[in-house]
């Protein structure tokens, strides 16, 4: 079994056709999901770049691998996995695999992509690295233009000075974007693959469409703002919530700009990931011309979502809401039928699905589960919800959530908690925590999670343990070892 990995970086799942937008124009992955299977419950372990993809290598939690941070904002953390490691990358290579990855890397600091098994140029930070010289030689190579942009858009800090970029035009046609040298880059690879004797895994990870939003001006007017629907979570007045998510709005200039410039904002975000479409659909028509759509699984996902505008913020951060938790996920597994599964799942679960169908099933990725059955049609034993953590980014700031089918619980130990219900509030403007009449649901929640954070092992229990109705315990939380009769 081949693998062909397509990955970009704070996509939000409701960008998609196959998601039921009917704006954006994104016929290739619609046409992926139409021929493989789509997961409406698709979540990332953490929203947050560096993290997440450490996930992805080893299969293992944050909380496990410890590399809870961005480089750039680091606060202190780890920034590289131990030397010894286990990562997917070097099984596959054991096993006779080619390994190639084409694009954002941002999943560790020291550590480069050949390090863990993958050929390919390494292209570090978090944005288009577009000084690298290799993508210096594309632009050569083509006679293209240099990268230039103009008609930034930003707001105002709280301290006066200029907000983040958070769009811009490209001076510079599709052809010369660093979307298209990547794709180029993935079919160049993917043609000496196929002509070598060795089953391959091919992985193209696209910046985009993380913000700052730098299209050209195809992209960047493809969408009439007047067709963009503001989210309902604009009304946010983060009455009730934890005031870090007003903090990070100010961060974020939202209210510094007028909702037009949101609309625009969107609507460029939007024509980004169009553009992304029109070269995953590059890599698409390459497998098929090199005959090998019958011998590959293709995966389509992202590392975490984004905010655009939602709850009044932008960017991701200190805010467990869909908007960057639920993700898109497709995965197309040669000769298994079309379909949509409502299981919660995550990015974690594309390691133990890969060596599944590598076959190296006894690999040690202790928080991954394969989702070959799924893919299949089987209707497997499956945990009925999902737990997400985030661990801090400018500052540390450590959560926990559990996501049920209907309600959502967020625990945060510096501030009030949050808790959401999904079915009657799928916006999350209302937190329900402290209301009277759901306090059965949230003692309920309060217990499943803690359960489930003593099995995995996650020792942010402890502080559950003494401040929330956690239920009986069968262990001495204090860790003592000298008092068997503590919260009996």
């Known amino acids: 079994m081949n693998f062909l990995f397509l990955m970009t970086d704070q996509h939000r799942v409701d960008t998609l056709g196959a998601y039921g937008n009917p704006h954006v124009s994104t016929p290739n992955l619609d046409r992926l999901a139409a021929t493989g299977t789509r997961f409406d419950r698709w979540y990332t372990p953490t929203a947050i770049c560096t993290p997440a993809r450490a996930s992805l290598l080893t299969g293992q939690a944050p909380f496990r691998h410890k590399v809870l941070a961005n480089r750039e904002r680091n ?10 490691a286990f990562t997917f990358g ?20 020291a550590k480069s992509p050949a390090d863990y098994g993958f ?7 978090w944005h288009n690295p577009v000084d690298h010289q290799d993508y ?3 632009l050569k190579e083509n006679d293209l233009p240099p990268y230039e942009i103009h008609d930034r858009i930003r707001g105002t800090l709280p301290n006066g000075g200029p907000g983040n970029l958070l769009a811009a035009r490209l001076k510079q046609p599709r052809e010369a974007t660093f979307e298209h040298y990547l794709a180029t880059r993935t079919i160049e690879l993917l043609r000496r693959y196929r002509a070598e004797d060795r089953p391959f895994y091919l992985a193209t990870h696209f910046f985009g469409p993380h913000l700052p939003y730098i299209v050209p001006d195809e992209y960047f007017d493809m969408i009439d703002p007047a067709v963009v629907e503001l989210p309902a979570s604009i009304s946010e007045t983060f009455e009730g919530k934890p005031p870090v998510q007003r903090n990070y709005s100010a961060h974020w200039t939202f209210d510094t700009m007028p909702l037009e410039v949101t609309r625009k904002l969107i609507a460029v975000y939007w024509g980004y990931v169009s553009m992304i479409d029109f070269e995953i659909g590059r890599i698409l028509d390459a497998l098929d011309e090199v005959n090998g759509t019958d011998s590959t699984t293709v995966f389509f996902t992202c590392d975490h979502g984004e905010f655009t505008g939602s709850h009044r913020l932008h960017d991701k951060g200190p805010a467990m809401y869909e908007d960057i938790y639920r993700t898109p996920g497709i995965i197309r597994i040669p000769g298994e039928d079309p379909q949509v599964r409502d299981e919660f799942v995550s990015l974690l679960d594309c390691t133990a699905t890969i060596l599944d169908l590598a076959g190296a099933d006894t690999a040690p990725a202790v928080d991954s589960r394969s989702l070959v059955p799924l893919v299949r049609g089987e209707r497997p034993d499956w945990q009925p919800d999902i737990v997400c953590e985030f ?14 089918d209907r309600w959502k619980l967020i625990v945060n130990p510096e501030s009030t908690n949050e808790l ?3 079915e009657n509030d799928p916006d999350e403007l209302v937190n329900m925590y402290h209301h ?3 306090t059965a649901v949230r003692n309920r929640m309060m217990h499943r999670l803690y359960t489930l954070l003593v099995a995995r092992d996650d020792r942010f229990f402890h502080w559950m343990t003494s401040m929330y109705p956690v239920g009986e315990v069968d262990h001495d939380p204090t860790l003592s070892g000298l008092d068997e009769q503590s919260y009996t």
Do not use: I, T
């Open 136 to 138: 210096q030689d594309f």
């Open 75 to 84: 606060v202190g953390y780890q920034e590289d996995l131990p030397d010894d």
């Open 119 to 125: 050929d390919g140029p390494h292209l570090p930070g």
């Open 436 to 438: 009277v009449d759901v």
């Open 391 to 404: 661990h801090g980014h400018h500052f540390p700031y450590p959560q926990r959530m559990l996501r049920e």
């Open 90 to 109: 070097r099984e596959l290579r054991d096993r006779g695999y080619n390994c190639g990855l084409l694009g954002k890397w941002h999943a560790s600091s």
């Open 420 to 422: 959401y219900d999904l």
